[in-house]
């Protein structure tokens, strides 16, 4: 896997070179109409890879219900910088192994993400979002088997993220969303295994004005 150090700083970088460039441009239109905003959203996750490795047999389920809680700040009436804590649920393997025996494994990934978030109208009370930023996992995996009893693993690490959606205005200060978000290279290759995963949920969200 990448040094995790050295990515996480030019990720940051990165990061930071599109955040000014963002605020630079919308300097004028921040002075509009300028929101803090909160919400909660619950939807289904997916791991992306996934493999079962075993020699015998093998089953693995790679989704789960996956959810968040966030907030941020609209600078712009196009434009705003959202942070937020994500739950990406649990991976599990059961199986056997001529060697192992029968062996468990769970996954657990969660962790904090910031981003920038853009908002493009379509009509109405209808906007279409797009989203890149940075993703600081946790992951704890935890295995057993029968030959060797059991153990743990925990990794930490920070990698991009980015998501589409749409966001409705119900009320002059609530909104639903329907997004798809990709959480990428989450875990370490070497430890606790390591995939993107996506989650595609509903959110609320509530303006303050």
């Given at each position: 896997?990448?040094?995790?150090?050295?990515?996480?700083?030019?990720?940051?970088?990165?990061?930071?070179v599109?955040?000014?460039?963002?605020?630079?441009?919308?300097?004028?239109?921040?002075a509009?109409?300028?929101?803090?905003?909160?919400?909660?959203?619950?939807?289904?996750?997916?791991a992306?890879?996934?493999?079962?490795?075993?020699?015998?047999?093998?089953?693995?389920?790679?989704?789960d219900?996956?959810w968040?809680?966030?907030?941020?700040?609209?600078?712009?009436?196009?434009?705003?910088?959202?942070?937020?804590?994500?739950?990406?649920?649990?991976?599990?393997?059961?199986?056997?192994?001529?060697?192992?025996?029968?062996?468990?494994?769970?996954?657990?990934?969660?962790g904090?993400?910031?981003?920038?978030?853009?908002?493009?109208?379509?009509?109405?009370s209808?906007?279409?979002?797009?989203?890149?930023?940075?993703?600081?996992?946790?992951?704890?995996?935890?295995?057993?088997?029968?030959?060797?009893?059991?153990?743990?693993?925990s990794?930490?690490?920070?990698?991009?993220?980015?998501?589409?959606?749409?966001?409705?205005?119900?009320?002059?200060?609530a909104a639903?969303?329907?997004?798809?978000?990709?959480?990428?290279?989450?875990?370490?290759?070497?430890v606790?295994?390591?995939?993107?995963?996506?989650?595609?949920s509903?959110?609320f969200?509530?303006?303050?004005?």
């Amino acid at each position: 896997m990448h040094d995790n150090k050295g990515f996480a700083s030019v990720l940051s970088r990165i990061f930071v070179v599109i955040a000014v460039a963002i605020v630079a441009t919308t300097t004028v239109a921040a002075a509009e109409s300028p929101d803090w905003y909160a919400g909660l959203g619950f939807g289904q996750t997916k791991a992306q890879d996934i493999v079962c490795d075993l020699d015998i047999t093998c089953s693995a389920d790679d989704t789960d219900t996956g959810w968040k809680v966030f907030g941020g700040y609209r600078f712009s009436p196009n434009a705003a910088i959202e942070f937020g804590y994500v739950d990406l649920g649990e991976v599990t393997f059961e199986g056997e192994d001529s060697f192992l025996g029968v062996t468990k494994l769970s996954i657990e990934a969660q962790g904090f993400n910031a981003a920038l978030t853009g908002f493009l109208p379509v009509g109405g009370s209808t906007s279409l979002m797009g989203k890149i930023g940075l993703f600081r996992w946790d992951v704890d995996a935890r295995a057993s088997a029968s030959f060797f009893g059991s153990g743990s693993e925990s990794e930490t690490g920070i990698d991009l993220m980015f998501g589409f959606g749409v966001s409705v205005d119900v009320t002059r200060n609530a909104a639903v969303r329907l997004e798809w978000e990709r959480f990428g290279n989450v875990g370490d290759e070497n430890v606790t295994g390591e995939s993107d995963v996506d989650l595609l949920s509903a959110s609320f969200a509530y303006r303050f004005r």
